[in-house]
């Protein structure tokens, strides 16, 4: 199978681009820089961007740059759609990712149980709650959250998950990091590798949510995003918990040598 890198990079931020640029050559990566979309110079309303069901679930006003930030990812996804069909898998990063040279190492062991996932989840903001399933290399895990996973500095899709996400992530309606974690409404599988091989750059201030109280609407808001949150909490552990379950037998199944069609005879 092969992938290839993609890095989501506003115009202005060349500092950026110039350092995880290094990165990717010094890890051996393969990429294309994605122009991001800079929110702050959109005119709302436009159709990319729903803004009744985003007041109705997030309870905040539009955060221009967060809009600009998912919209660039979807960016990313049809950079991906249009490439050659051989290259199976895209590798999407955010310009504030750091990882090590580890990681081509990890994906390529990812990625001999792709048939498992559509969604690889490489990164997380916040506590690591992965439940471990397959071991990939070294001090590496593939595995299941079971509960929210926010942040998106880097992931991994295939062509289904690219597609599915094109399709039905617009127009947009929650946060980019929220909306691609929701990926079982959508039939799609989503791993993550444990511990996390790449995060964010904390040293780099955010270019998204400054402030984000100031988007907050009135304390109603809870009325219907409390009903949303909940439902989507319980549908993430129960759809995610039955994954790993069928992730851990599977991977008994296969590793213990068992053969699905039997033994083969002779002839």
């Not at 999407?92 to 990812?110: N, R």
């Not at 079982?184 to 780099?204: N, S």
Request: net charge positive; aromatic share 10%.
């Amino acid at each position: 199978m092969q992938y290839h890198s993609y890095v989501i990079n506003l115009p202005n931020a060349r500092d950026r681009w110039e350092k995880i640029q290094a990165r990717l050559i010094a890890a051996g990566l393969g990429h294309t820089r994605i122009e991001a979309i800079n929110g702050r110079e959109l005119q709302l309303p436009i159709p990319e961007f729903d803004e009744f069901w985003h007041r109705l679930m997030t309870g905040r006003r539009p955060i221009p740059a967060e809009i600009g930030c998912y919209l660039s990812h979807i960016k990313a996804l049809d950079a991906f759609l249009a490439a050659e069909a051989t290259c199976t898998h895209a590798l999407i990063f955010e310009d504030d990712a750091i990882f090590s040279d580890e990681l081509p190492a990890i994906v390529d062991a990812a990625l001999r149980h792709a048939d498992l996932w559509d969604v690889l989840r490489l990164s997380t903001v916040g506590h690591d709650r992965v439940l471990r399933a397959i071991s990939l290399r070294g001090r590496s895990f593939l595995g299941v959250n079971v509960t929210r996973c926010k942040g998106a500095a880097g992931y991994v899709v295939n062509r289904k998950a690219a597609a599915t996400f094109r399709r039905k992530l617009v127009p947009m309606q929650l946060a980019w990091d929220i909306a691609f974690d929701i990926e079982y409404f959508w039939g799609l599988k989503a791993l993550a590798v444990t511990p996390f091989p790449v995060v964010p750059d904390e040293r780099l201030p955010t270019q998204i949510q400054n402030d984000i109280n100031s988007f907050k609407l009135p304390a109603t808001r809870y009325l219907t995003v409390f009903p949303y949150r909940a439902a989507i909490e319980t549908c993430r552990f129960l759809m995610r918990s039955f994954l790993y379950m069928r992730t851990v037998a599977h991977h008994r199944w296969f590793s213990s040598g068992v053969s699905r069609r039997g033994p083969l005879s002779k002839s």
